[in-house]
């Protein structure tokens, strides 16, 4: 049996839970798979912390060289994330004749079609099972368990630490600032928590899904991506006696010869399995043509889980080396059906919405006057209490409007003496 060899740049928390894995399941893994698979050499810049598990000095090194121009070397493991020098390092590997496993879905989601390229043009692989979702076996489970499939849509709960956010404010009635900094005490959420707030990691991770089920790399440009930093306790109550829960949703669906997408908070109904994805949970509902509608749920993130991601990919890796197999990356075929993305303007949905207005007799009417100028039917309204003097939320369900409708209504109503808030608007969908 030929012994796999692998280099690893990267020693941080899923590093060395991958070595973790590696040499704790050793011959687990090698019953289980008939394979011998041998980390090599580690790489980091910074050597100096404590990791859970420890290497001979001889292994370890802080120059990436060692690992890239070693022929010995057949995977190189990337999970120091960031694009630079991610990529560079990336490329060089495949340059040298290795295959690569990468966790860093900022880089593929933004330089995925170079590095694809590069790696099909040298007959290499990457995997990125770790890139989304952690230890969830999406990636496989698109690529291989649902390959004679046709995908209509995805809806994804892709950030833990937005989720954990909105679950807290939901569950114990916290604000968003409270259960940020909850999620740092935890250990949750990075201290620099900002991609993962803004949206940007979910909308990273969506690239690649839909790359999966529609065949097309689409730019982060093209995406629509608003965070949860702007949603209120207020509203997470206000939507729960509504009967939804309040959830960073990735959405990319086919509608018509479009594909729709995007990232942004989103009400979704209590009786939807995806609204019951609390704390760090992750949650992939993908609807098929063959399979139907499947959900996989699990951790989002975490060393070990992230790690079991990572060592999938090298088994499958590690086994095609043996073989004397090239799986093209992926076997990416584009779905034709899908003539364009659909601009934000010409998107549809029905719309929480909260004004805070003056209580005083016609400020309702008023409100509706432009709401039905603008062709936005509403389908339930209630005023709530008396909050600071005369001024009060007033909380509507639209049906479903275009989002132009509903922007330039807002922008109206927004101008009015009697609203003393910028009006607030969540999408709902039923998926
Ligand atoms: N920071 C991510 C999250 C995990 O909070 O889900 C890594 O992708």
């Not at 999970?79 to 290795?98: R, T």
């Amino acid at each position: 049996m030929k012994k796999i060899n692998i280099g690893l740049i990267g020693f941080g928390n899923v590093g060395s839970g991958v070595v973790k894995i590696l040499r704790d399941k050793k011959s687990f893994l090698a019953k289980r798979t008939g394979l011998q698979i041998q980390v090599k050499k580690v790489c980091d810049k910074d050597l100096s912390g404590k990791r859970n598990v420890s290497l001979n000095k001889g292994m370890l090194t802080k120059n990436a060289r060692e690992i890239i121009d070693d022929p010995g070397i057949d995977i190189l493991v990337e999970l120091i994330g960031g694009l630079h020098p991610a990529k560079e390092f990336i490329i060089e590997a495949l340059k040298k004749g290795k295959n690569v496993v990468t966790a860093n879905k900022a880089l593929l989601a933004q330089e995925g079609k170079e590095l694809f390229a590069q790696a099909s043009d040298r007959g290499k692989s990457i995997y990125f099972e770790a890139s989304v979702g952690a230890g969830i076996p999406i990636i496989k489970t698109l690529r291989e368990g649902l390959v004679a499939n046709r995908f209509n849509s995805i809806y994804g709960i892709l950030n833990g630490t937005s989720n954990f956010v909105l679950s807290q404010m939901s569950k114990y009635n916290c604000t968003f600032k409270k259960a940020l900094a909850e999620a740092k005490s935890s250990g949750f959420a990075e201290k620099d928590a900002s991609l993962d707030i803004n949206g940007i990691d979910s909308a990273h991770k969506l690239l690649l899904l839909i790359y999966l089920c529609f065949g097309k790399l689409i730019s982060l440009d093209d995406v629509y991506v608003e965070g949860i930093s702007r949603i209120s306790l207020a509203d997470v109550n206000y939507a729960k006696e509504l009967g939804f829960e309040i959830k960073l949703l990735a959405i990319a669906k086919k509608e018509g010869q479009d594909l729709e997408v995007r990232v942004h908070p989103t009400l979704i109904p209590k009786s939807h399995l995806l609204s019951s994805v609390g704390g760090i949970f992750n949650a992939i509902y993908v609807s098929s043509d063959l399979a139907g509608d499947l959900l996989l749920y699990g951790p989002g993130a975490g060393q070990l889980s992230a790690a079991s991601a990572v060592v999938s990919d090298i088994v499958d890796l590690t086994q095609d080396l043996q073989a004397g197999l090239f799986r093209p990356t992926l076997n990416i075929i584009p779905d034709k059906s899908i003539k364009r993305l659909r601009k934000m303007d010409d998107f549809s949905s029905r719309h929480y919405i909260r004004f805070m207005a003056v209580d005083k007799p016609g400020v309702l009417a008023k409100i509706a006057g432009v709401l039905a100028k603008f062709k936005i039917s509403i389908a339930s309204v209630s005023q709530k209490q008396r909050h600071k003097a005369h001024v009060v939320p007033i909380v509507m369900v639209s049906h479903e409007a275009r989002e132009k409708d509903l922007r330039s209504a807002l922008d109206t109503i927004a101008r009015f003496d009697i609203i003393k808030e910028d009006p607030v608007a969540i999408r709902i969908e039923e998926a």
